[in-house]
C-alpha cells in the first residue's frame, strides 16, 4: 500500500460575496478530487489544539502524525534544520522575513505594507541578508538566508520563552506600533528591526527594485522563536518510509528533523506561480521508494493572505488538473490511500490563520466507500465525521 498526502495549504475559507457567496473550494472546478470524494471518506478534522496558535507548524505537524502539545519547540528551529543550521542548547532561532514597510520615520508608525517583502526573489534576498550578516551578524547574532522572503536570525544565548511575536502576514495594511509590544520588550531584537531599515533601505538591491516600479523589501521583521526541534523519526514511529515535497523551508525542516527525505524541486515557489508538474513528478518517483509521500502546495494560503479569490479558486483548480489527476494515472493498478485536506483555514476575509477545523478526505483504492459529491467544507461538515484530536487523523489513513 501507498500513501499521498495532498497538503493545499490554506485551502479551507469562509463564503466569499465575489464568489457568489461560495467558498473558494466550492466554486472551484476539481473533477479529480470530487470524484475521488465520491468513495472517499470525507469529515472535519481539528488540526490545531486549543490554546495554540494556528500555523502551519502546529497544523502540518498535526497532519503527519507529530502531536505538536509534544514535540513543538517553535517555528523557526524547523527552519534552520532545512536550512542547515545545527543548533546549539542555547540557541534560539527566530524566522526573519524580509518585509516592506511605509516610509514614516518612527518604526512605531510605519506601516506592514507587505510581508513578503515584494515578492523579492532569494538570488535578492541573499544579497540582503548577507549585507545583514556583514553589518549586524557575527557576535550575539547571525543571519542565515533561507528562501524567498523567509530567512532565518539566530540568537545566541537568547531568550525564547514568555513572550509571542506576532507574525507579519497577520497585520498587513496595520500601523506595526500596536503589535512591537513584546519586540519592545526584547530590547535586543527590537533594536536589530529598527537598524535593518537604515541598512536595507539603502542597498543597492533595494534601489534597483523601487527604479522597477517593485517594492523595496525595506526591513525585517522577527517572529517565530524557539529552541532546538526533537522530532521521533517518522518511520520509527508509523513503520513506513516517508518523503516530503515542499517550497517552503518549514515543511522541509520537519522532514529532516523527522529523517524523512526532503525533495526540492527547481521553480518551486510557494505561490501560484509553483511548478506544479515538477512537484507531481518527484512525488511519482519518490513513491518508489517511498511508502508515503506529503506534497505540500503552498499556493493558495498565499492568496489567502493576499485576499486573492479568484487566485484561491485557481490555485485549487490547479491542485486537481497538475497533481491529484497525474497521481492518479500514474498510481492506476496500484493499491493506495490518499489523503487531502489543508492544515488550517486562511480566509480571504481576514486575509489570516484561522483554528477553525478543516475538512478532510481520505480515499482508499481497493475500498468500496459512500462519500460525498464535492469535495467542500459544506459536504465534510454534514458527513458527521468528526476527528477532535489532529495527530490522530494519520491512522485513519495509516491502518
Request: net charge negative; glycine share 8%; with cysteine.
Amino acid at each position: 500500500m501507498k500513501y499521498i498526502v495532498v497538503l493545499c495549504d490554506g485551502m479551507a475559507d469562509l463564503p466569499i460575496d465575489s464568489l457568489g457567496g461560495k467558498t473558494p473550494m466550492q466554486a472551484a472546478k476539481k473533477p479529480n478530487i470530487d470524484r475521488l470524494a465520491e468513495r472517499a471518506t470525507v469529515g472535519m478534522v481539528k488540526t490545531v489544539a486549543d490554546g495554540m496558535k494556528p500555523g502551519s507548524d502546529v497544523a502540518n505537524l498535526s497532519v503527519m502524525g507529530f502531536d505538536p502539545a509534544e514535540v513543538y519547540t517553535g517555528r523557526s528551529p524547523l527552519e534552520a534544520a532545512s536550512i542547515g543550521i545545527d543548533l546549539n542548547d542555547d540557541d534560539v532561532a527566530i524566522r526573519c522575513n524580509l518585509v516592506t514597510l511605509s516610509d514614516e520615520p518612527e518604526y512605531e508608525k510605519k506601516t506592514m505594507v507587505d510581508y513578503c517583502g515584494g515578492d523579492i526573489s532569494t538570488a535578492e534576498a541573499d544579497q540582503l541578508i548577507k549585507t545583514l550578516q556583514a553589518e549586524l551578524g557575527g557576535g550575539e547574532f547571525d543571519f542565515y538566508t533561507g528562501v524567498a522572503y523567509r530567512h532565518c536570525t539566530i540568537w545566541h544565548g537568547g531568550r525564547s520563552a514568555g513572550y509571542t511575536l506576532t507574525p507579519p502576514h497577520d497585520i498587513s495594511g496595520r500601523v506595526v506600533g500596536d503589535y512591537l509590544k513584546a519586540h519592545m520588550g526584547n530590547s535586543e531584537l527590537y533594536d536589530l528591526m529598527k537598524k535593518s531599515v537604515e541598512i536595507l533601505s539603502n542597498h543597492p538591491i533595494n534601489k534597483e527594485r523601487v527604479a522597477r516600479g517593485e517594492r523595496p523589501a525595506n526591513s525585517i521583521w522577527l517572529w517565530g522563536q524557539g529552541t532546538r526541534a526533537a522530532l521521533p523519526a517518522f518511520e520509527e514511529k508509523y513503520g513506513i518510509k516517508g518523503a516530503v515535497i515542499s517550497a517552503v523551508d518549514l515543511l522541509k525542516g520537519i522532514a529532516k528533523s523527522a529523517k524523512m527525505e526532503s525533495i526540492d524541486v527547481d521553480g518551486a515557489t510557494g505561490y501560484i506561480d509553483t511548478n506544479f508538474e515538477g512537484k507531481t513528478a518527484a512525488a511519482i518517483k519518490a513513491l518508489e521508494t517511498n511508502d508515503y509521500v506529503y506534497v505540500h502546495i503552498e499556493a493558495p494560503d498565499e492568496c489567502g493572505h493576499r485576499c486573492e479569490a479568484e487566485n484561491k479558486v485557481k490555485a485549487i483548480e490547479l491542485i486537481d488538473e497538475k497533481v491529484v489527476a497525474p497521481i492518479i494515472k500514474a498510481l492506476d493498478g496500484t493499491d493506495y490511500r490518499m489523503m487531502i485536506l489543508p492544515d488550517h483555514p486562511t480566509p480571504i476575509a481576514t486575509a489570516t490563520h484561522s483554528s477553525d477545523p478543516v475538512p478532510f478526505m481520505i480515499y482508499d483504492s481497493v475500498a468500496e466507500v459512500s462519500g460525498v459529491s464535492t469535495f467542500t467544507e459544506e459536504t465534510a461538515a454534514a458527513s458527521g465525521v468528526f476527528v477532535a484530536h489532529g495527530p490522530s487523523l494519520i491512522n485513519r489513513l495509516i491502518k
